[in-house]
């Protein structure tokens, strides 16, 4: 059966219309789309009308145009809808004064792909925190979590990393859907705004975006599809280094490379010494790729294609956290780390801030053990776990 997103039973349902009060903000992207593939904020401009006063963008725009990192969108108004566009992204990762003035509801509706570095959940954050002290009503409409709502994986981001690309302390893959990470932050994180949460029909935590019987569209320039979204929670520590994360192809965050590996001899090694040992799931294809932007614009790279084989027992995180420790060894000198600053951080390696912690850095440096991998891993999981079931919506 096709699940039913937020943004379905809003458009379907009078009495949750009735239930969001005076004027209205949108927060939406590209993605923001009901199930028939109508775009969102043209539904709910013909459901509210004048009362829909603005629409809001998050990073990579609200058309989701903007391609990296601290490349920033403007404000305008939309010369078709006539009405304002204000940006996330821009001077200000927060909503302000001049964003929520004549604004008594905020409709917050981000495809999300269910991991801390991914900056939705930031934004939302950050939201719900502004309109607390504005007493403005945050009202979520839920979307899937694309990888599912069971596995968690990665380490617990430390206080001190606290940064745009991780705002509280969770795993990397942390297998909850926006409306839940809402009601985390109020809960766990001290919030307490006032908070709806329009629910899901029919989705299960088990389920992958494939099984939801909802149409893929891109959340962000460079996840093309669920395959990206499921390496996503790994592949995002190379934009700490000089390897590619395959940005500038067709295949970003499913590639990565660089212009000194030579791809069949490396794989070769690492297949002499059983690197990987318990992570399973995946298979790395040697291949060549020329990114047409970003790192190595222009220049062969040799590296792998990373294909999903199982799933449901993938370990992306580890998996490619094992790989960053293998290449940086292979690549010896010819290996960076990226230097800061690093989503308007300029104080702390890029790699830090992704990681959410020093040690890991430390693991690849000192070409640390599995063992000593999965211990960071585990490192406050259970707590993670009493609190995110305390606030689970779908069961």
Not at 284 to 300: R, V
Not at 360 to 388: A, C, M, P
Request: aromatic share 10%.
């Amino acid at each position: 059966m096709k699940v039913q997103t937020g943004l379905d039973r809003l458009i379907s349902d009078t009495s949750l219309q009735k239930q969001i009060h005076g004027n209205i903000a949108y927060i939406c992207h590209n993605a923001s789309i009901a199930s028939d593939l109508t775009q969102g904020f043209v539904a709910l401009q013909n459901i509210f009308k004048e009362r829909l006063v603005s629409i809001i963008g998050p990073q990579h725009g609200f058309v989701s145009d903007v391609q990296d990192n601290m490349v920033e969108s403007s404000h305008y108004i939309h010369p078709y809808f006539k009405i304002p566009i204000h940006s996330l992204y821009s001077e200000t990762r927060r909503p302000t004064d001049e964003m929520l003035k004549n604004v008594d509801s905020i409709i917050f509706d981000l495809q999300d792909v269910g991991c801390r570095i991914y900056t939705y959940i930031s934004t939302l954050k950050y939201v719900m925190e502004e309109c607390k002290k504005r007493n403005i009503h945050v009202y979520v409409l839920d979307r899937p979590n694309p990888i599912g709502g069971e596995q968690i994986q990665g380490n617990i981001l430390e206080t001190k990393y606290k940064s745009f690309v991780g705002v509280s302390e969770i795993p990397v893959r942390h297998a909850l859907t926006m409306g839940e990470i809402a009601k985390y932050f109020n809960k766990h994180d001290g919030i307490d705004a006032k908070l709806s949460v329009i629910e899901m029909k029919c989705w299960k935590r088990e389920m992958y975006f494939d099984q939801t019987d909802l149409p893929w569209v891109n959340p962000s320039p460079n996840m093309p599809c669920l395959e990206s979204a499921i390496f996503f929670p790994g592949t995002v520590i190379f934009e700490g280094t000089n390897i590619s994360e395959g940005r500038g192809t067709t295949n970003s965050l499913q590639l990565i490379g660089h212009p000194s590996i030579e791809p069949f001899n490396f794989l070769s090694e690492l297949s002499k010494k059983n690197v990987f040992k318990k992570i399973e799931g995946f298979k790395l294809l040697p291949t060549i790729f020329k990114p047409t932007f970003q790192k190595h614009a222009g220049t062969s790279c040799g590296g792998f294609l990373m294909k999903v084989t199982n799933r449901k027992i993938l370990n992306s995180w580890a998996l490619s956290q094992i790989l960053l420790r293998e290449m940086k060894k292979y690549l010896g000198s010819s290996f960076q780390y990226k230097k800061p600053p690093y989503e308007y951080v300029h104080d702390l390696d890029p790699i830090d801030i992704i990681n959410g912690c020093a040690d890991l850095k430390e693991w690849v440096n000192s070409f640390g053990t599995l063992q000593e991998l999965l211990d960071i891993e585990l490192k406050g999981h259970s707590s993670y776990l009493e609190k995110r079931n305390s606030i689970l919506i779908y069961k």
